[in-house]
T-cell receptor
Framework: DTAVSQTPKYLVTQMGNDKSIKCEQN?????MYWYKQDSKKFLKIMFS???????INETVPNRFSPKSPDKAHLNLHINSLELGDSAVYFC???????????????FGAGSRLTVL | AQSVTQLGSHVSVSEGALVLLRCNYS??????LFWYVQYPNQGLQLLLK??????LVKGINGFEAEFKKSETSFHLTKPSAHMSDAAEYFC?????????????FGKGTKLSVIP
């Protein structure tokens, strides 16, 4: 059983379209994240949810909207896709409650988005 | 604000040679430090982490890292490189304050291993 699973793994779409990436974790973690990795491999956090509450919302265009229906799921919806949105998007999760902060993030395998 | 700097975006070593990947951190409070590895077309996996219990941290696959507060460094080493070590390596830092959810990554170092 995959701990953090993302779908789809690959997504090719046209500019202007709307698309979603789904993420599910079966680790019982209370916090989930979306990271964007650009073509130079730079990883930047986009959002984080703790117990379904948004706690990190970095400077990201409002075309990106995360949704966490429950603790085990964090989806990413992107409106009006642009060429610059092409990247690999990683979902991750961690258990924050009751820990000191040295908590390890468990990552999904990534979703490669290509906007044409 | 916390940050990490990885010196060298690309490091090449011969198989069997010492691997040294450099990471320096900047944090206003005692940090937690991590090394993650990313194999091609895969997600990130934890190699090791520093949590103040011991300055020399051993991780998986023979890697280890030493926390040096005076140098604000957390360099990753492995005595003998294997071909399977070829990957992208990321150093990351997290403040130790309560409720600190932000894990900040360095820009990564690509390790190539030459047969």
């Amino acid at each position: 059983d995959t701990a953090v699973s993302q779908t789809p793994k690959y997504l090719v779409t046209q500019m202007g379209n709307d698309k979603s990436i789904k993420c599910e974790q079966n680790l019982g973690h209370d916090t989930m994240y979306w990271y964007k990795q650009d073509s130079k491999k730079f990883l930047k956090i986009m959002f984080s949810y703790n117990n379904k509450e948004l706690i990190i919302n970095e400077t990201v265009p409002n075309r990106f909207s995360p949704k966490s229906p429950d603790k085990a799921h964090l989806n990413l919806h992107i409106n009006s896709l642009e060429l610059g949105d092409s990247a690999v998007y990683f979902c991750a999760s961690s258990q924050e409650s009751g820990h000191s902060g040295a908590n390890v993030l468990t990552f999904g395998a990534g979703s490669r988005l290509t906007v044409l | 604000a916390q940050s990490v700097t990885q010196l060298g975006s690309h490091v090449s070593v011969s198989e069997g040679a010492l691997v040294l990947l450099r990471c320096n951190y900047s944090s206003s409070v005692p940090p937690y430090l991590f090394w993650y590895v990313q194999y091609p077309n895969q997600g990130l996996q934890l190699l090791l982490k520093y949590t103040s219990a011991a300055t020399l941290v051993k991780g998986i696959n023979g890697f280890e890292a030493e926390f040096k507060k005076s140098e604000t460094s957390f360099h990753l080493t492995k005595p003998s490189a294997h071909m399977s070590d070829a990957a992208e390596y990321f150093c990351a830092v997290r403040d130790s304050g309560a409720g600190s959810y932000q894990l900040t990554f360095g820009k990564g170092t690509k390790l190539s291993v030459i047969p």
